[in-house]
Nanobody, 116 residues
Framework: QVQLVESGGGLVHPGGSLRLSCTAS????????MGWYRQPPGSQRELVAR???NTVYADSVKGRFTVSRDNATVYLQMVNLKPEDTAVYYC??????????????WGQGTQVTVSS
């Protein structure tokens, strides 16, 4: 079994900063990519940033968000947050298990609210 556990969400004023973290654990052979998606209210889930063979950012967060990875933990440093960044943020990992083929895994989601 593989689990992704997230932490770091919360309420922040516009212009503020937050750092999200997510750690993968369990029967892991290899992690091919880790990153973050988000789902704003009333909208579909969208890519924020992903770190794998290369690093990809959504245009809306370039220059403000930074994704980094340390083994089985992925971080999302967010600065200059805007109200439109308000969403549930989900950690993502592409993992090959010790006894299972490649699969996509998701965290439980953490709420980020940007409001004055």
């Amino acid at each position: 079994q593989v689990q992704l556990v997230e932490s770091g969400g919360g309420l922040v004023h516009p212009g503020g900063s937050l750092r999200l973290s997510c750690t993968a654990s369990g029967s892991i052979f290899s992690i091919t990519a880790m990153g973050w998606y988000r789902q704003p209210p009333g909208s579909q889930r969208e890519l924020v940033a992903r770190s794998g063979t290369n690093t990809v950012y959504a245009d809306s967060v370039k220059g403000r968000f930074t994704v980094s990875r340390d083994n089985a933990t992925v971080y999302l440093q967010m600065v200059n947050l805007k109200p439109e960044d308000t969403a549930v943020y989900y950690c993502y990992a592409g993992i090959i298990g010790l006894h299972e083929p490649f699969a996509n895994y998701w965290g439980q989601g953490t709420q980020v609210t940007v409001s004055s």
